[in-house]
């Protein structure tokens, strides 16, 4: 099997030269490179992955870290960023963080070894807007979610406050006055962006949501459950008639608490999901959810990679879309 030895004594170079060639630095002359890129082929020499960035100049490669790919709002924002890179030329590597920091900043470190052309974070610590590697290559991030006011990094993302508004909006309109949210965290930016739409665009309509009908659960469908067992306790005429979830999962163990509780979906409480997960189309009833534009987010994520500044200098915000479909009537409905 050929070494990067055998390179380096065909190409008259030392081990470290073609080591430096591989990684892409500027420091190579372009003479130089040209005799190792010769003996890398004559050779044979493995990786591809290296022998191609010497022609290229570039690893043609990209990363996306997502904190759980479990969740299939993830799996589906991956499914579509891949494609997005593929048919720009690039290969995308998935790296799962399970939100552990230490786990993101081990596959920062693998990627940026492999001179990646770009970085796409989800629910990052990271506060830089790129990774400085050796030899001066600076590895651009985008960011796909954003998780504090105030954050200058460059990202692309739903406009998650539009998602609250759009979500209040239908369900006022179908004739709802009682109304409460579940939300995974309040510490999240785009969560606690689409519960402050919603109860604005609630408030803008003369119907309070009190401190009291903000119930927090977390990311799984156990804690939609967990969140929505606590607001159906209450009697009606307190209990809601319609509750709003900032991510489809939440709904889906809101359904089931219901259900449990000898309710009806849409009769006794209408719900509404967010992102338009694909389960959620085959719940039953089927889930009304606040769809997220993913092939835009891709799209606009590849686009902004190349771009040194956001256009405007904010982020970039996309529409979102209502799904209507049978989890939420007029109350008493169904």
């Given at each position: 099997m050929t070494s990067i030895k055998d390179v380096a004594r065909l190409a008259g170079v030392s081990i470290a030269t073609v080591s430096r060639a591989v990684n892409n630095l500027d420091v190579v002359s372009g003479e130089t490179r040209r005799r190792i890129q010769w003996a890398v082929d004559r050779l044979g020499y493995s990786p591809n992955l290296a022998a191609r960035s010497l022609k290229r100049r570039s690893a043609k490669l990209l990363g996306l870290l997502v904190p759980d790919i479990e969740n299939p709002f993830y799996a589906t924002l991956a499914k579509n960023m891949e494609r997005e890179a593929s048919g720009a030329g690039y290969s995308l590597i998935l790296c799962n963080t399970d939100g552990r920091i230490e786990t993101e900043n081990h596959y920062l470190k693998l990627l940026s070894g492999r001179l990646a052309d770009g970085i796409f974070l989800c629910r990052s610590a990271v506060r830089a807007s790129s990774l400085t590697v050796s030899g001066?290559?600076?590895?651009?991030?985008?960011?796909?979610?954003?998780?504090?006011?105030?954050?200058?990094?460059?990202?692309?993302?739903?406009?998650?406050?539009?998602?609250?508004?759009?979500?209040?909006?239908?369900?006022?309109?179908?004739?709802?006055?009682?109304?409460?949210?579940?939300?995974?965290?309040?510490?999240?930016?785009?969560?606690?962006?689409?519960?402050?739409?919603?109860?604005?665009?609630?408030a803008r309509r003369g119907v309070g949501v009190g401190p009291a009908s903000i119930v927090e659960g977390g990311p799984r469908i156990a804690d939609g459950r967990n969140a929505m067992q606590r607001l159906i306790r209450?009697?009606?005429?307190?209990?809601?008639?319609?509750?709003?979830?900032?991510?489809?999962?939440?709904?889906?163990?809101?359904?089931?608490?219901?259900f449990e509780a000898g309710l009806r979906i849409p009769g006794d409480i209408s719900l509404v999901g967010t992102d338009d997960v694909a389960q959620s189309s085959y719940m039953y009833p089927p889930l009304t959810t606040v769809r997220q534009p993913y092939a835009d987010i891709a799209r606009e994520a590849l686009r902004l990679l190349a771009q040194k500044t956001v256009p405007g200098g904010g982020d970039i915000l996309l529409p979102p879309e209502l799904v209507a479909r049978e989890s939420a009537a007029p109350p008493g409905g169904g």
């Amino acid at each position: 099997m050929t070494s990067i030895k055998d390179v380096a004594r065909l190409a008259g170079v030392s081990i470290a030269t073609v080591s430096r060639a591989v990684n892409n630095l500027d420091v190579v002359s372009g003479e130089t490179r040209r005799r190792i890129q010769w003996a890398v082929d004559r050779l044979g020499y493995s990786p591809n992955l290296a022998a191609r960035s010497l022609k290229r100049r570039s690893a043609k490669l990209l990363g996306l870290l997502v904190p759980d790919i479990e969740n299939p709002f993830y799996a589906t924002l991956a499914k579509n960023m891949e494609r997005e890179a593929s048919g720009a030329g690039y290969s995308l590597i998935l790296c799962n963080t399970d939100g552990r920091i230490e786990t993101e900043n081990h596959y920062l470190k693998l990627l940026s070894g492999r001179l990646a052309d770009g970085i796409f974070l989800c629910r990052s610590a990271v506060r830089a807007s790129s990774l400085t590697v050796s030899g001066g290559k600076a590895i651009p991030l985008v960011f796909l979610e954003k998780q504090e006011e105030g954050d200058d990094r460059r990202s692309v993302m739903v406009d998650n406050s539009a998602v609250g508004v759009l979500a209040a909006r239908h369900l006022l309109a179908l004739g709802h006055r009682r109304l409460a949210c579940v939300m995974e965290d309040r510490r999240s930016l785009p969560f606690a962006r689409r519960v402050r739409g919603f109860v604005a665009e609630a408030a803008r309509r003369g119907v309070g949501v009190g401190p009291a009908s903000i119930v927090e659960g977390g990311p799984r469908i156990a804690d939609g459950r967990n969140a929505m067992q606590r607001l159906i306790r209450k009697r009606s005429p307190s209990r809601p008639t319609a509750v709003y979830c900032t991510n489809d999962l939440l709904a889906f163990g809101a359904m089931q608490a219901v259900f449990e509780a000898g309710l009806r979906i849409p009769g006794d409480i209408s719900l509404v999901g967010t992102d338009d997960v694909a389960q959620s189309s085959y719940m039953y009833p089927p889930l009304t959810t606040v769809r997220q534009p993913y092939a835009d987010i891709a799209r606009e994520a590849l686009r902004l990679l190349a771009q040194k500044t956001v256009p405007g200098g904010g982020d970039i915000l996309l529409p979102p879309e209502l799904v209507a479909r049978e989890s939420a009537a007029p109350p008493g409905g169904g």
